[in-house]
């Protein structure tokens, strides 16, 4: 089957799941949901403000807003978040780059061998069920109390969404298309490339937003039950002390990295599945 075949089955939208006549979504409309998210967050700062200093609720519950900021503000200028936050990072990175390289290929391999999938599949439901941060303390006395850990925890932890994802949208096939590129004579493996693999990015993808999340959490986890450095280390040191605003400074940090990570992940899968996504 030449490419040019190739091409002419695959020119119109693998999945589609906009259509035509949609809407979408103006420059103004945008501008103002985000002052509406901003002005939210305000008023929830403002009156978190006033209970914690009207003495209705003890600072060592719910510290101002103002304490929380200011000693962001100091962990920051000082540089005391940036080392472990990179080891963290690091960690975290590693962990899902490895998962996702895994889990990629061995989804793609079962979904190849459905009989192997068969046997396989109960296996990687049970442990996946499987709590992990039941198996982080078994990792860290298997690899050690390095950063060795937490990469394995990550892996283990973002291996089994992209794993899922990947054969979900392998297993759902168009079933038209394929056809008429067997009817022109394309090989098994040009069948896989050119329909099946591109009609399951957008299920790849969910498992990969997934994972990604997961990725900070796994490191998280590891450093709580004992891998060494990283910011959830830092963090349990802040609860030791009693140190509430400075808790609360880690989880800003932690969640400006996850909402950076989240629209990372999203400018990636629309230069990826550029033909999937709705309009708006």
């Known amino acids: 089957m030449t490419n040019d075949m190739i091409s002419a089955v695959t020119t119109e939208n ?17 501008l103002v949901n985000a002052g509406l998210s901003v002005l939210l967050l305000v008023v929830v700062l403002g009156v978190l403000e006033a209970v914690s ?3 209705l609720v003890s600072i060592l519950l719910v510290p101002p807003p103002s304490a929380i900021f200011s000693t ?29 390289l895994l889990g990629f290929t061995i989804g793609g391999l079962l979904a190849s061998l459905p009989r192997l999938e068969r046997i396989l599949f109960p296996y990687v439901v049970a442990f996946q069920s499987t709590p992990m941060i039941a198996i982080a303390p078994l990792i ?9 850990s937490k990469i394995v925890v990550v892996t283990v932890v973002c291996f089994f969404p992209i794993l899922v994802n990947t054969l979900q949208g392998l297993r759902l096939r168009d079933r038209d298309r394929q056809e008429l590129a067997i009817a022109l004579g394309a090989t098994r493996w040009q ?19 997934v994972s990604a999340i997961f990725a900070l959490i796994g490191a998280i986890v590891a450093e709580f039950v004992g891998a060494r450095g990283g910011i959830g280390t830092m963090m349990n040191e802040q609860r030791a002390l009693f140190n509430v605003p400075g808790v609360f400074a880690i989880l800003i940090i932690l969640m400006v990295v996850g909402l950076t990570v989240n629209l990372l992940m999203k400018a990636l899968e629309r230069r990826v599945t550029f033909w999937s996504r709705e309009k708006n």
């Open 14 to 30: 693998p999945v589609s799941s906009a259509e035509p006549g949609e809407p979408r979504i103006s420059s103004r409309t945008r």
């Open 140 to 148: 860290i006395i298997w690899v050690g109390f390095g950063i060795q």
């Open 191 to 209: 069948v896989f490339r050119y329909i099946r693999l591109p009609g399951s990015m957008p299920y790849v993808f969910a498992g990969l937003h």
């Open 53 to 55: 200093r009207s003495g």
């Open 72 to 100: 962001l503000w100091g962990g920051l200028t000082s540089g005391i978040y940036w080392l472990p936050l990179f080891d963290s990072l690091w960690a975290g990175f590693s962990g899902f780059l490895i998962a996702a």
